[in-house]
């Protein structure tokens, strides 16, 4: 099998029917029982009763809300094993099990897929998703402003984030980003930046991009340290915040500054997978440059298509990473001693030290299986399939009376052509007729034949598709324009 053939014939599903959730949800279990039902009795309750009232998000090709991606067969396979063999990864045992090993490689080959070298960087670890990866952006470019700014050896990591601060004179941390989306605000909560140190520094008319001198004029505030994010590519849009010499600008205004430059790739990252041809220029140009950022986050339970939750964060600064996520003083949990290491060739960091959790669930290993399967080949075929159904679909929406495609573009000299070529897997737009927009979405799901998810677009409400999963294939691009047109006629 390989990644363009389905799993089942025929379509399945997007979601159940109300009367299938309704009778679910009467069904689980009200209370604890006081003597167990048993495993019989219970594996038959979530065949019957639970599974019918999930939704096909992973399943079903046409799932085509928020970003979700499915389970190559690959993938399944090896989940089902990671739940088997129960591996908790967190510290190198190399002469007890090769679990970090399997990281270690299926690590080395995302670096290969999306061409940046694994020994480059040397901060890297799976997390559970993009936010989590942010986070881990932030906690490591908090503390490289500080020091950077002069606090030397009093680094947050150990002193915490006021007093650092304080002993360095500084007197703030700011993000600056455009187009961000929601979870870099949670991520400045969780590491004591605070939500409202998100600063949008977006180009008027333009707003996925830089404004260049704006971005320096808060670069060079007084007193301020600043992280500096990329949105890559942002989720309404599916547009690209930079090209290659938009990250070489951004490079060394942040290397001037002493600012940190983390980009959000959660699901434009395996745009870094596509063939360098006219076709793809514009997300060519869009994940260009990103060799030169201080740290990554990408998601695999969006376009790698592994279960959830997996999502992968990649950095250049190993020791700044251990020294903000080092677990010290638990001698339990010591790494491997070097007569431990001896008989490997290279000595892997113990995952407990590169990132939020200890114990760990194995999530390396769907990574590494799907990527052995299906190869650089699989899932740049699979891309390019992703791709062409929402340029399909953006030609369809582009040509009809009954639609708008969104963004609007920024002059009437931007040719369509050229506004396809912008079309990564995402295509947003709305109904013409304002009445019709606001029901659209229900009207399109109310089909269940396809399922879109909505959002707001200036002020007005729109819709989304988000082509992710790995059975997406041509003959979609039919059924999408006879709901489409049938929905507006
Ligand atoms: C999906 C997404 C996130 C959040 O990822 P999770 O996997 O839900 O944690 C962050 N940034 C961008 C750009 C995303 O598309």
């Known amino acids: 099998m390989d990644l363009s053939s389905r799993l089942k014939d025929g379509e399945i599903p997007v979601l159940p029917s109300p009367e299938v959730i309704r009778t679910a949800r009467s069904k689980l279990l009200p209370t604890l029982p006081e003597t167990g039902l048993g495993a019989d009795h219970i594996k038959a309750h979530l065949q019957n009763d639970i599974v019918p009232g999930l939704n096909r998000s992973s399943q079903s090709p046409k799932y085509y809300g928020f970003v979700t991606g499915g389970v190559t067969p690959a993938a399944a396979f090896a989940d089902n094993i990671v739940t088997e063999t129960d591996q908790n990864v967190q510290v190198y045992l190399p002469q007890e099990t090769i679990s970090t090993d399997v990281e270690d490689r299926a690590l080395r080959m995302v670096c290969e897929l999306l061409d940046l070298s694994p020994d480059e960087w040397s901060h890297k670890t799976f997390t559970t998703g993009a936010t989590a990866s942010n986070v881990l952006g932030l906690a490591c470019g908090r503390d490289y402003v500080l020091q950077t700014a002069g606090a030397g050896p ?134 260009a440059g990103l060799e030169l950022a201080d740290s990554i986050a990408g998601d695999a339970h969006k376009l790698l298509n592994v279960p959830y939750d997996c999502g992968m964060f990649l950095s250049r600064h190993i020791e700044l990473g251990t020294s903000v996520f080092g677990n010290p003083n638990a001698a339990y949990l010591n790494t491997a001693s070097s007569e431990n290491t001896a008989s490997t060739d290279r000595t892997i960091p113990s995952p407990l030290s590169l990132g939020i959790e200890n114990s760990r669930r194995f999530r390396a290993l769907p990574v590494y299986a799907t990527l052995a399967a299906y190869g650089r080949e699989g ?77 707001q677009w200036e002020g007005a409400p729109a819709v989304r598709f988000a082509i992710a999963n790995w059975q997406v294939d041509d003959q979609d691009l039919n059924i999408v324009k006879e709901v489409l047109s049938g929905t507006v006629s």
Not at 216 to 224: F, P, T, Y
Not at 252 to 281: I, K, M, S
């Open 154 to 287: 009093l680094s947050i990591a150990e002193y915490g984030l006021l007093e650092a601060s304080r002993l360095a004179g500084i007197l703030k941390i700011q993000i600056l980003t455009t187009v961000p989306h929601s979870s870099l605000r949670k991520a400045a909560s969780i590491v004591g930046l605070g939500r409202a140190s998100v600063v949008d520094v977006g180009l008027s008319g333009q707003p996925h991009l830089f404004d260049i001198p704006r971005l320096e004029a808060h670069l060079k505030e007084w007193g301020i340290c600043s992280i500096v994010v990329v949105s890559c590519a942002e989720v309404n849009t599916g547009l690209f915040a930079t090209d290659g010499t938009d990250m070489r600008a951004l490079r060394e205004l942040c290397n001037t500054h002493g600012a940190w430059l983390h980009v959000d790739a959660a699901f434009g990252l395996l745009a870094r997978a596509l063939p360098q041809t006219e076709e793809y220029a514009s997300l060519n140009a869009g994940v």
């Open 379 to 455: 899932y740049r075929e699979m891309l390019e399939r992703q791709i062409k159904l929402a340029r399909g679909i953006a030609t369809y929406l582009l040509h009809s009376k009954g639609y708008q495609l969104l963004p609007q573009p920024s002059s009437p000299a931007v040719s369509d052509a050229r506004r396809l070529q912008d079309i990564y897997i995402i295509v947003l737009f709305r109904a013409t007729d304002e009445q019709l927009n606001r029901t659209l979405v229900q009207r399109l799901n109310a089909t269940r034949r396809l399922y879109v998810s909505g959002t």
